[in-house]
């Protein structure tokens, strides 16, 4: 499975911006799909998944109330609403996917965008 990133940029504190990411394959194959953002010199950390289904999502406390993840299973994308960001938002973003591939676990990472928040 392939994952390819957008809607990441420079932006203002307060403001909001929508990331997305596109699977080369139907996401109905797909466990969990999600984010994660890695900061300079610190280690790439969870910020939010959602299950096959939709379902079931998880975030980080960092982001609770702020973040809302979704996913379009017709379009297979998965989404990153962000609002009210803040400076220490300010990471690479990567979309994350899990699945099963010939009866094993299997993971992708996508190349990552670029979110900027600026004070």
């Known amino acids: 499975v392939q994952l390819q990133e957008s809607g990441g940029g420079l932006v203002q504190a307060g403001a909001s911006l929508r990331l997305s990411c596109a699977a080369s394959?139907?996401?109905?194959?797909?466990?969990?799909m999600g984010w994660y953002r890695q900061a300079p010199g610190k280690q790439r950390e969870l910020v939010a998944v959602?299950?096959?289904?939709?379902?079931?999502?998880n975030y980080a406390d960092s982001v609770k109330g702020r973040f809302t993840i979704s996913r379009d299973n017709a379009k297979d994308t998965v989404y990153l609403q962000m609002n009210n960001l803040k400076p220490e938002d300010t990471a690479v973003y990567y979309c994350?996917?899990?699945?099963?591939?010939?009866?094993?676990?299997?993971?992708?990472w996508g190349q990552g965008t670029q979110v900027t928040v600026s004070s």
């Open positions: 959602v299950t096959s289904r939709g379902g079931s999502t």
């Open positions: 394959e139907t996401t109905l194959n797909i466990n969990v």
């Open positions: 994350y996917a899990a699945y099963r591939l010939l009866g094993a676990d299997s993971s992708s």
